[in-house]
């Protein structure tokens, strides 16, 4: 069975860092797309990041890139999401997935439960 489990979710003011973690089980991450997504209240899920399974190569959509940053560590199964000089419209549910391909979130498989980031002062 397939588990994808985030953390790091948290409340910071603007201009603040977090770190996301997703960590799998049942599943290795190496040989599969996985992705990062947010949904802010009200809004469409959108994408994030993605890092692919086969050389890792990242995508970004325009609104983080130079801020947020994608990897992966393989002997954890775990992928992650830096995120600096955070802005208060990326305050969302930030969801993990995997199974995909790119930044395309209707070809995933598999999701996480998500986890919020607030950035506020």
């Known amino acids: 069975q397939v588990q994808l489990v985030e953390s790091g979710g948290a409340q910071v003011q603007p201009g603040g860092s977090l770190r996301l973690s997703c960590a799998a089980s049942g599943v290795t991450l190496d040989y599969y797309a996985t992705a990062w997504f947010r949904q802010a209240p009200g809004k469409k899920r959108e994408a994030v990041a993605s890092i692919s399974g086969s050389d890792g190569t990242t995508y970004y959509v325009d609104s983080v890139k130079g801020r947020f940053a994608i990897s992966r560590d393989s002997a954890k199964d775990t992928v992650y999401l830096q995120m600096n000089s955070l802005e208060p419209e990326d305050t969302a549910v930030y969801y993990c997935?995997?199974?995909?391909?790119?930044?395309?979130?209707?070809?995933?498989?598999?999701w996480g439960q998500g986890t919020q980031v607030t950035v506020s002062s």
């Open positions: 997935a995997t199974g995909g391909a790119g930044l395309w979130d209707e070809t995933y498989l598999y």
